[in-house]
């Protein structure tokens, strides 16, 4: 957070809330003040809300994220990298892409040694994996972007496979990525650069106010 000059920042009422609100900001050193980019706009997050992502404070909510629980992980986290079907789109973003081919996987089998990866399984010898996400076929994964919850040391309990991605419909729950409209996905993937080390920050209302000041969060 400190070494930023990108932050989304995600704003759900209330830990059981599917709906959310996402603002961009950039600075132009960590000393600056936090400038909105653009204006606000809709997200859906996961279909049971949020709960605390591994190693964060619990705060006023006992829930911690779990493995299959449907919950967004609140906390900070990178933006990294960029994915989709389409080869080419990558060519005009600043950030790392991955056009997805049949054979990737995003592994959720707590098991794997490849646990919350991104994975190719056709440059993998033996894949040690009984469940994972088929990227290609999920439509909704046509654009997006990891978010780096859980991927240094992970935890095999607290979650995996965390995405920014294209919703199903503005009312539609997530398994734990947070989703928008495709456009505004594209906006947010071409304004994203990796040299300014973008993070998203994902709270419920009370608990951003309570840690506004202290993690010096842009006022919502």
């Given at each position: 957070?400190?070494?930023?000059?990108?932050?989304i920042?995600?704003v759900?009422p209330?830990?059981?809330?599917?709906?959310?609100t996402?603002?961009?900001?950039q600075r132009?050193?960590?000393?600056?003040?936090?400038?909105p980019?653009?204006?606000?706009?809709p997200?859906?997050?996961g279909?049971?809300?949020?709960?605390?992502?591994?190693g964060?404070?619990?705060g006023?909510n006992p829930?911690?994220?779990m493995?299959?629980?449907?919950?967004?992980?609140a906390?900070?986290?990178?933006v990294s990298?960029?994915?989709?079907?389409?080869?080419?789109?990558?060519?005009?973003?600043?950030m790392p892409y991955?056009?997805?081919?049949?054979t990737?996987?995003?592994?959720?089998?707590?098991?794997?040694?490849?646990y919350n990866?991104?994975?190719?399984?056709?440059?993998?010898q033996h894949p040690?994996?009984k469940s994972?996400?088929?990227?290609?076929?999920i439509?909704?994964?046509r654009?997006?972007?990891?978010?780096q919850?859980?991927?240094e040391?992970?935890d095999?309990?607290?979650?995996s496979c965390m995405?920014?991605h294209?919703?199903k419909t503005?009312?539609t729950?997530?398994?734990?990525?947070?989703?928008m409209?495709?456009?505004?996905v594209?906006?947010?993937?071409?304004?994203?650069?990796?040299?300014?080390k973008p993070?998203?920050a994902?709270f419920?209302?009370k608990a951003y106010?309570d840690?506004?000041?202290s993690?010096?969060?842009p006022?919502?």
């Open positions: 957070m400190t070494d930023s000059r990108q932050l920042v995600l759900t209330h830990w059981n809330a599917v709906n959310g996402l603002r961009r900001y132009e050193n960590a000393a600056d003040v936090w400038q980019i653009g204006g606000s706009f997200v859906v997050i279909a049971k809300g949020m709960a605390w992502g591994a964060f404070q619990r006023q829930k911690l994220k493995e299959g629980d449907k919950r967004t992980p906390g900070i986290y990178a990298p960029a994915f989709g079907f389409e080869p080419d789109f990558g060519q005009n973003l600043k991955v056009a997805l081919a049949a990737h996987v995003c592994v959720d089998d707590p098991a794997s040694n490849d990866q991104l994975v190719d399984r056709a440059q993998i040690d994996w994972g996400e088929r990227m290609r076929e439509p909704q994964y654009l997006g972007s990891v978010i919850y859980n991927t040391s992970p095999k309990k607290a979650g995405f920014m294209v919703w503005p009312e729950g997530t398994a734990g990525c947070i989703a409209e495709e456009a505004k594209k906006e947010t993937l071409h304004w994203l650069d990796a040299s300014l993070v998203i994902m419920p209302e106010r840690l506004q000041y993690w010096k969060l006022k919502e």
